[in-house]
């Protein structure tokens, strides 16, 4: 993999804080990643993406699992979401489809070096 062309960003502190500095470094990349995660959602379930957010968290029980599990990731999806200026569940939705392999491919996130 060639990582001379991602962004780095080298980020410290709470999980909370890490995600508020990611999400704040890399603002205008991850609404460009919003975007097109937004348009591939209504592309592939023909439905509008606003739709897919209410029926998401309703099919699934990731949410909890995540807030029981791995709080860390819970408070770093928050932070990243106020740092950038999105939607908490959209950046939730894309990190939880990121993990199980739904969304978004590596090309569309960040590289992170945790201090």
């Not at 699934?60 to 599990?69: E, K, L, V």
């Amino acid at each position: 993999m060639r990582t001379d062309a991602m962004l780095i960003v080298d980020i410290a502190g709470s999980p909370y804080h890490r995600g508020r500095a990611h999400g704040e470094a890399l603002r205008p990349q991850i609404a460009e990643m919003v975007g097109r995660w937004s348009r591939r959602v209504e592309q592939r379930t023909g439905v509008g993406v606003g739709t897919f957010l209410d029926r998401f968290p309703a099919d699934t029980d990731f949410r909890p699992a995540i807030a029981r599990w791995t709080p860390e990731l819970e408070a770093e999806i928050r932070g990243i979401a106020e740092g950038a200026g999105q939607p908490e569940q959209i950046i939730g939705d894309v990190t939880i489809l990121h993990y199980t392999g739904g969304a978004p491919s590596a090309a569309d996130w960040a590289t992170l070096r945790v201090a």
